[in-house]
């Protein structure tokens, strides 16, 4: 049981690092930040595209997540749950998970590659003030 503990605090631990990597966590191609960043229309053209060619596929990793996610959900709640048959379904998650980033991080760099040095600064700092706004300051309490 402790074995099985431990690789359940391991996926929660990088799964919140994974969600980091998607860093804007919306497609700032297509809303104002491309015009802050000063994306040519050739630019946004090639951008486009790139998604485009990448969508389906990140569809179909996203659905191999929510599977095994859904399969280790169902075997969590299982009277009859044991480690020895949560190990393949944990594996299929990890795997799962592991395709899922490595799909978006190839997109990602081929997005990047688009861009230029100073154009991809800006996104960066453009999305650091989207994750200050979205995250809620743990010393102030709700009154």
Known sequence: MKTLFRILICFLFCSFFASAQNRAGFPWWNSPVASEVGLSPAQT??????VRSYRERLFDVRNEVQKAEAALEELMNDSEMTEEAAKPIINRVAQARANSNRVFLEMSTRIRAVLTYDQWK?????????????????????Q
């Open 45 to 50: 053209q090639r951008i486009r595209q790139i």
């Open 122 to 142: 800006q996104l960066v700092q453009r999305w650091e003030e989207v994750k200050v706004k979205r995250l809620p300051d743990p010393l102030i309490t709700p």
